[in-house]
């Protein structure tokens, strides 16, 4: 994925005046991984609200209750919780919540890697933040409007599963502009905690302050990718060109000139992957169909599906789960 602008980000260009013998390629490097940690680390920290919340939202077990048996599981045992999603199908509508989020992000994830590759990665990536802070604070504003119709925050959390969705192919890019392939799956490794981290920071903050309201644990993980988007936004640049660097992969090439005839002969015999020359010769999309032919990408694509399954079914239902399953007889 390309970005198409050259331009350097607004908070460096406000700093021209500053400038410092220090900022070496290793010291944008660092800053570039802080960045996109912590810009896909609010993403991940904006949607775990719905699962804090939805102990609250849904159909609710008296707090004395002990095991009950499913005969006399009632409405006389389960407290109001906020329409349309308490009573009986309270948790069905909690569910097509989840739907709705996950198949625009799904759908999302598709258009936002075609936009991505042809449009400036920082404003995209900037874009995709301040969006999915706004329809964040939306979802939990209808607390405070005191709004009851099912249609309202299904067609919140559409539209914010279209906002989310951007995060990751632009943050991925990002990366892969600046670091090589010698230690990529190192420093991948290390980064890719952010979603780990997010996931924390998210329900600290959405359950620190579920007493006052469960707006509030919408509002304030909202504000905080809202936060992060503007600091993307001043100072996250997309590749080393924009600050006057090689890619790492040219400089090896550079450095390398005295055997290029030798390693030229090699990579003719060997054969360039479809991967390889995507990211060397040319800086065009691909198309759908082109991408699976990549090497690897559809046996990682079948696996991540089957990971993510069993990753959101904890994320999005294991508060609920846990709230409404007797521990030691009591709920």
């Known amino acids: 994925m390309q970005s198409k602008s050259p331009a350097v980000a607004q908070g460096f260009s406000l700093l021209q005046n500053f400038k410092s013998p220090h900022r070496t390629l290793r010291f944008y490097q660092i800053l ?6 912590s810009a896909y680390a609010s993403f991940h920290a904006s949607r775990k ?9 849904g159909p609710k077990i008296k707090p004395n209750a002990t095991i009950i048996s499913n005969q006399q599981l009632n409405l006389s045992s389960i407290g109001t919780g906020w329409a349309p999603f308490d009573g009986k199908r309270g948790t069905l509508r909690l569910g097509e919540l989840d739907l709705a989020f996950l198949s625009s992000y799904s759908i999302g994830m598709y258009l936002a890697g075609l936009i991505g590759d042809r449009i400036d990665l920082r ?6 933040m301040l969006g999915s802070g706004v329809f964040t604070i939306l979802f939990g504003l209808g607390y405070w409007l005191n709004i009851h119709q099912l249609g309202f925050y299904l067609a919140v959390q559409i539209v914010c599963g279209l906002f989310e969705s951007i995060g990751w192919p632009c943050v991925v ?3 892969g502009n600046w670091f090589g392939k010698a230690k990529r799956g190192l420093i991948l490794g290390i980064w890719n905690s952010h979603t780990s981290v997010g996931n924390i920071f998210g329900s600290i903050i959405a359950s620190s302050v579920l007493e ?6 919408f509002v304030l993980p909202g504000l905080l990718i809202i936060f992060v988007g503007i600091f993307v ?8 060109e924009d600050v006057g660097f090689e890619i790492p992969e040219k400089v090896i090439e ?3 000139t005295v055997d290029n005839t030798e390693n030229s002969e090699k990579i003719e015999s060997e054969g360039m992957t479809l991967l390889d020359l995507e990211s060397s010769n040319s800086s065009k999309a691909i198309s759908f169909f082109d991408a699976w032919r990549l090497p690897g990408v559809a046996p990682y694509a ?7 399954l069993v990753a959101y079914t904890f994320l999005y239902w294991l508060p609920f789960y846990i709230r409404h399953t007797a521990v030691a007889g009591v709920h």
């Open 49 to 57: 609200p719905p699962s804090i919340v939805k102990s609250v939202l």
């Open 212 to 217: 006052f309201g469960w707006g509030w644990s």
């Open 302 to 308: 079948f696996c991540l599906f089957f990971s993510k």
């Open 233 to 240: 936004f001043l100072f996250l640049i997309i590749k080393p």
């Open 173 to 175: 890019a990002v990366v």
């Open 123 to 128: 404003l995209f990536l900037s874009f995709g």
């Open 254 to 256: 550079m450095n390398g």
């Open 32 to 37: 570039v991984l802080i960045i996109t940690f």
